[in-house]
């Protein structure tokens, strides 16, 4: 059957080793190396910004209770009150550094106004640490972690109406401690 024509013009030995893989993925796992569906349980919160910690836990927050930061431990089912960065931190950006910690950029002043702020979580610590601010501020900024360990923050908005756009991409440099401005790239990105 290899290299006969299905509809849409595949061919049909090419989902064989597809479907062969993932029936022996199925076969060999065990609920705690794969996981595993549960039944539903309570939330305190409806996690619209969520990191998974290298910890295994997962720390959330959101636009109803912006002052309370929740972790959750998948091996135990608890949801902790997470220590609090210090500002609304709705509307971020969020990435994991290459160190494991988590670096938040922006926050919510209001709908499409955003903070310049930033700052880092330790998940080993349960501590935030503030950083200097960025250049401007940023309403839901994307942050990209770069291979060499810098993190790239981009866009957001600044003011109301979405008419001040955040066009400078900014860096992060942990080793120098200070955001690198891309003045060679300025963008409007939505």
């Known amino acids: 059957m290899t290299g006969a024509k299905l509809r849409g013009g595949r061919k049909a030995g090419l989902l064989v080793p597809v479907v062969a893989l993932l029936v022996g993925t199925a076969a060999w796992g065990q609920a705690t190396a794969v996981g595993q569906w549960t039944e539903p349980f309570g939330w305190p919160d409806n996690a619209t910004h969520a990191a998974l910690l290298p910890t295994g836990k997962l720390l959330t927050w959101n636009e109803t209770n912006p002052l309370e930061f929740h972790l959750w431990s998948p091996d135990t089912g608890l949801v902790t009150v997470a220590a609090f960065i210090g500002y609304n931190a709705f509307c971020s950006g969020h990435a994991l550094l290459a ?19 930033a700052s880092i979580y330790d998940p ?4 935030w640490t503030r950083l200097p601010d960025m250049n401007a501020g940023r309403w839901y900024p994307t942050n990209t972690a770069l291979p060499n360990g810098e993190m790239l923050v981009i866009a957001g908005t600044i003011t109301q109406r979405r008419t001040g756009e955040n066009q400078l991409p900014q860096v992060w440099q942990p080793t120098l401690n200070q955001w690198r401005d891309l003045t060679g790239a300025l963008r409007t990105v939505n």
């Open 99 to 117: 160190d494991g910690r988590l670096l938040v950029s922006g926050g919510h002043i209001d709908t499409n106004m955003g903070l310049p702020y």
């Open 124 to 127: 080993a610590k349960n501590t």
